[in-house]
């Protein structure tokens, strides 16, 4: 199949599904598929480009035993471990994000579900930030109820993120202190909350490239509005500590066919962009629309904030706010 031609396809409305043939994605040519891939964002998404960058707000000793993780009690890392942050420094962060122009800014908390008296400081923080800011507010507190989805809503958060990781069938294979399913149902309360779901997975976890298919696939039954893609960085300690690194051309190739199969979501670059050339020049040209971007708080994040919208200016994208 000529990609450009698929892809002019799906700029007048035709929608891939499990029912077409998905193994074109992986034989066709990869430059074809990658230019394709950016008529589809021009397309659907325009020169914007969405920043968005995190603060850890508690870190460590998180129950669930996902192989990837530095967090994860069930691993033997180095990461750090703290409770929930003092709201000043969530404040801090959040306004140095802010005057750097980026887009949105999340607090990521370890651990099954954010509750009980750090989730009320987290509502605190959230009702300040919101209040005092005008950057755009997101979350990623894990397995929430829709009472909590609401509050949150209620208090500026407009986006909330929970990734499925990887396909339904590989995901045992990756976690089995939680299912695939849950990770379904909460998204479906995001949605019904009329909130913005973000959520995408990581590849190079030993995965095969029909399950990145299916992930993508799963996504656009879903809905999803951002998606991030997050390439392993294999972390010394955790299971996945030996999994060799994708090649570019591997991330490439998995960022384009998401862009095919999830035409009008931001697809977003997450972990791993030490992987691509010039910190992902080449992915914003193969379908990447979005990116996480900083590095927690400190003086290298205004730095690579700033490299980042350098980068993207060269190639003619916007990545200044409407605030």
């Known amino acids: ?27 066709c040519d990869l430059k074809e598929l990658c230019e394709g891939a950016d008529k589809i964002r021009e397309h659907f998404i325009g020169e914007t480009v969405d920043l968005c960058s995190i603060i850890n707000g508690r870190s460590g000793r998180c129950p669930e035993d996902c192989k990837y993780c530095a967090q994860s009690a069930h691993n033997h890392t180095d ?13 801090e962060a959040c306004r140095m994000n802010e005057r750097e122009g980026v887009h ?27 209040r005092e800011c005008r950057i755009n507010l997101c979350a990623s507190m894990g397995f929430l109820s829709s009472e909590q989805l ?26 089995t202190t939680h299912t695939y399913d849950q990770k379904i149902e909460t998204l479906k309360k995001v949605k019904e909350e009329g909130m913005c779901a973000c959520s995408g997975g990581i590849i190079g976890m030993g995965e095969t490239w029909e399950d ?31 999994e060799p690194r994708l090649t570019e051309d591997e991330i490439l190739r998995t960022i384009a066919f998401f862009r095919y199969i999830n035409p ?23 379908g990447a629309s979005a990116s996480i971007t900083g590095n927690m708080l400190t003086t290298a994040a205004c730095a690579t904030i700033r490299s980042d919208k ?4 060269s190639l003619g994208r916007d990545a200044v706010p409407d605030y």
Do not use: W
Request: charged share 25%; net charge negative; with cysteine.
């Open 1 to 27: 199949m000529d990609m450009k031609v698929l892809a002019k396809e799906i700029t007048e409305g035709r929608r891939i599904t499990r029912e077409d043939d998905l193994s074109v994605f992986l034989t």
């Open 79 to 91: 990461c750090e471990v703290y409770d929930f942050l003092p709201e000043e420094k969530i404040l």
């Open 104 to 130: 949105r800014f999340s607090i990521v908390t370890a651990g099954r579900a954010l509750t009980g008296e750090e989730f009320e400081k987290a509502i605190h923080a959230y009702e300040t930030m919101h």
């Open 150 to 175: 609401h509050r949150l809503h209620e208090a500026g958060v407009t986006s909330y993120h929970h990734n499925i990781e990887t396909s339904r069938r590989n995901f045992p294979n990756i976690c």
């Open 212 to 242: 990145r298919l299916d992930m993508a696939v799963s996504l656009a039954e879903l809905g999803i509005d951002s998606i991030p893609i997050n390439a392993l960085m294999p972390i010394k300690g955790t299971p996945l500590e030996n």
């Open 264 to 286: 009008e979501a931001n697809i977003r670059l997450a972990a791993g962009r030490a992987l691509l050339s010039n910190d992902g020049e080449l992915a914003f040209q193969s």
């Open 310 to 313: 350098e980068m993207l200016k």
